[in-house]
């Protein structure tokens, strides 16, 4: 996005700041990537970010949405996405949220296991309304990122696992009040190479003709999301090649007849759309090193502490051109918190204004009140 100092000078922090109009660039970018292809879907996977402005802009440009709660699913409703284009994924669906998905009227459940299967077939055998349902295989394909999100390995908790899809497909056939309608997978997050979802393809291609032989017919293929962004110069690539991604699959999949592909993409959507603004409280100075301490934390941003994650940090209010080497951290009382160590930013004082950039994804919606502190604010621009 672009950083207007004016603009954001007389704004409080920590506060997310989010640009529309990149975010409607982006939209535009998906659906030049779709091109004409009325069989291929594009749901929004929420948690990324679950504004409800945001939410409603994405509905309205017409993509579908990828739910992962109960809540997810009431919030996607409110912002206008239609239900029968919102899929219900995640490995532990409560009663309540599977009974409020069936009478919403929802496109799909993505079931992760047999035990699932059975309980959404009772839940909707109650409610006397068919559940559709595709099944979450687990591909076994192994994605180059980090490893707390990769999600399609054996060992991962995620999805039902290839050798047994062939009978829990025929339980979900068999099961009253449930429609077997599709296989989704889901590979990983931040994943930059294509070659992962060529792997992808390759094994949902191996599983297509196994279900072929097997007289099953396959209405859906859901990929998942996954697609990666570029944190390092979000200024280079500030929207994700999603003609690239897109074009893989168009290349390497082998879809049958009328079948419809779904894609997933959460941070690609709105990973670049926002920045964590923040302000310098202290610059601390020690034996060994100088210290940024920001008034945004952990509580604010957990993914440099949770997965190493690097964000792009910005001092706006800075103007010599002299640099200096600095640990960021935030006030929060653990030691992992901490946005970057041994980063170059221009002299740094009490006051400045910091931009930590690429938030716009899974920064406002995993934060939290630790050490009773209030939840950042947002702001539109
Ligand atoms: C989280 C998730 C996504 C979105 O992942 P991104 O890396 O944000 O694109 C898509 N599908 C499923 C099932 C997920 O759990």
């Known amino acids: 996005m672009q950083l207007n100092k ?6 409080p922090t920590p506060a997310y700041v989010y640009d529309t109009a990149l975010l409607a660039a982006t939209l535009d970018a998906i659906k030049a990537a779709v091109r004409d292809d009325a069989n291929y879907h594009v749901h929004y996977a929420i948690k990324a970010n679950d504004h409800p402005a945001i939410l409603k802009q994405i509905a309205a440009a017409g993509l579908g949405a990828d739910c992962v709660s109960g809540g997810e699913i009431s919030a996607a409703i409110e912002a206008g996405f ?12 409560a009663d309540w949220e599977i009974e409020l998905a069936i009478k919403a009227g929802i496109g799909f459940f993505n079931v992760e296991s047999r035990e699932e299967l059975e309980v959404i077939s009772q839940i909707a055998t109650a409610l006397q309304t068919e559940a559709r349902v595709c099944l979450r295989i687990n591909p076994d394909v192994s994605a180059n990122t980090h490893a707390h999100i990769t999600t399609g390995r054996e060992e991962d908790k995620f999805g ?19 429609s077997f309608v599709g296989l989704h997978f889901h ?4 994943l930059l190479d294509m070659t992962d979802y060529e792997a992808l393809c390759a094994r949902v291609n191996e599983l ?22 570029d944190y390092a110069d979000p200024d280079l690539h500030p929207i994700a090649d999603f003609q690239n991604y897109i074009d893989t699959f168009r290349s390497h999949l082998r879809l049958r007849d009328g079948q419809q592909l779904h894609f997933e993409p959460g941070r690609a959507v709105v990973a670049q759309m926002g920045i964590l603004l923040t302000r310098v409280l202290f610059v601390k100075h020690t034996e060994t090193k100088d210290f940024v301490i920001l008034d945004a934390g952990m509580t604010d941003l957990i993914r440099p502490a949770l997965y190493g994650a690097l964000h792009k940090i910005e001092n706006i209010s800075a103007e010599g051109s002299e640099v200096k080497t ?12 901490i946005f970057a160590r041994d980063y170059q ?3 740094t004082k009490r006051g400045d204004l910091i931009a930590i950039r690429s938030a716009g994804a899974y920064g406002q919606t995993m934060a ?14």
């Open 208 to 229: 297509q003709d196994l279900l072929e032989a097997e007289g099953i017919t396959v209405p859906n293929i859901n990929v998942g999301g996954g697609l990666g962004i």
């Open 187 to 190: 590979i990983g997050s931040q």
């Open 326 to 337: 600095y640990d960021i951290v935030g006030p929060i009382c653990e030691s992992s918190d």
């Open 6 to 11: 004016q603009q954001l000078q007389g704004l």
């Open 345 to 347: 930013l221009p002299i």
């Open 160 to 178: 039902i696992a290839r050798q047994h899809m062939v009978e829990v497909i025929r339980l979900a056939q068999q099961l009253p009040y449930l």
């Open 368 to 381: 939290s009140t630790y050490n009773h502190r209030s939840l950042p604010k947002t702001f539109l621009v």
């Open 82 to 93: 239609p239900a029968q284009k919102i899929g219900f994924a995640g490995v532990g669906k």
